[in-house]
């Protein structure tokens, strides 16, 4: 993976946003489902950067709800390739939530999503 170190910085993806109640269940806390599509797009958005292909996701896994996001809470997704394989790839994404009107920051989420990158005729395709 040494040889992609310069391309996997590139293509690491920071999203920002507010959870706001619309999002929330409740216990006023973002729903696990809007938190997990929220990770999936990011992780997408990475794998593309990476690749510059077509590519789909095929599995998450291991997805961590390690603390609870409040609603008015502002959250930063970080997707980052860390595997490549010969037609797949996959991405961590880690969920941030800081408080709004305080300075502190901690690690919420977090999870992993594989991607294969596919042709015309959506076949799996070679991903670098």
Do not use: C, W
Request: overall charge neutral.
């Amino acid at each position: 993976m040494d040889q992609y170190k310069e391309r996997i910085e590139k293509s690491e993806t920071q999203i920002f946003k507010v959870v706001f109640p619309n999002t929330t269940n409740h216990y006023h806390t973002l729903f696990g489902g809007t938190a997990m599509q929220l990770m999936d797009e990011v992780a997408f958005i990475a794998a593309t950067r990476f690749s510059r292909k077509k590519v789909v996701t095929v599995s998450s896994s291991k997805i961590d709800f390690k603390e609870s996001i409040p609603a008015d809470t502002i959250i930063e997704l970080v997707g980052k390739v860390v595997k490549i394989g010969t037609t797949s790839l996959e991405v961590k994404v880690d969920i941030y939530k800081e408080e709004m009107y305080h300075e502190s920051r901690k690690k919420s989420i977090s999870g992993f999503f594989t991607f294969v990158a596919v042709d015309e005729n959506k076949q799996p395709t070679s991903i670098i």
